[in-house]
């Protein structure tokens, strides 16, 4: 399945690399805060979780002020649910049946490749002002939870088990940005941004669930890089 997701996401890029007009490269790191939200009453969201992600930036411009801008990042997100119902959950060592009430804080690893349209004013002073829209591809790469509910031996708390069972290896949404590139020399400059991911599909695995929901994963970033 990565191989032919990979595949296809090559297919997309490599006209751009072939007629592109220009390719601009860099690195970011950015903060970011990420929730999850289910469509189902009996789970709940408790809140933001703090993440990050980093990694490479290209923009391959087919126009003087239009690119396609993608990507390599490692990205660290995840989202705490309240679960109303009982629930059975997986670990990497075990099955337990959480009565309602569990609190299950996921923390999520993607390798991400966003793919957005961008388009950039003209140069005011050191400034060009950019927006952007496209989608985020996501592929599990790790998954862990920390647990807090009560079973039928009494209290059950676990931080950090691993739950790759319990997520979804491919995510996908869309995104929408805006921000600046600040030029201190012809070619390099710093970027700024902020960009709000939301989830299309379902992050979680209900496979073997009494709770059959989808639970969108979403995040607000604040992007922080140097272009080259």
Not at 55 to 83: K, V
Not at 207 to 227: A, E, F, P, R, T
């Amino acid at each position: 399945m990565l191989k032919n997701l990979c595949v296809a996401l090559f297919m997309v890029i490599i006209p751009f690399t072939l007629y592109s007009q220009g390719i601009r490269m860099g690195l970011s790191f950015s903060p970011h805060a990420s929730w999850m939200k289910s469509d189902v009453e009996t789970v709940k969201s408790d809140g933001a979780t703090l993440g990050f992600s980093f990694g490479l930036q290209s923009d391959f411009f087919f126009a003087e002020r239009y690119s396609l801008s993608t990507g390599l990042l490692i990205s660290n997100t995840g989202g705490t649910l309240i679960y109303s119902d009982t629930i059975d959950f997986t670990t990497n060592t075990s099955t337990k049946t959480l009565f309602p009430g569990s609190l299950i804080k996921y923390k999520l690893q993607y390798i991400e490749v966003p793919l957005s349209f961008r388009m950039e004013s003209n140069q005011i002073g050191y400034f060009v002002y950019y927006a952007q829209f496209g989608i985020t591809n996501q592929f599990l790469i790790g998954a862990s939870a920390d647990i807090e509910a009560e079973t039928e031996s009494g209290a059950f708390s676990v931080t950090g088990a691993g739950c790759k069972e319990e997520v979804s290896f491919y995510n996908l949404g869309y995104n929408i940005g805006t921000g600046f590139n600040y030029f201190f020399s012809k070619n390099t400059a710093l970027t700024v941004g902020i960009i709000y991911n939301n989830g299309f599909i379902d992050a979680t695995s209900n496979s073997g669930k009494k709770v059959n929901d989808n639970v969108l994963l979403h995040s607000l970033v604040l992007k922080i890089g140097v272009l080259f």
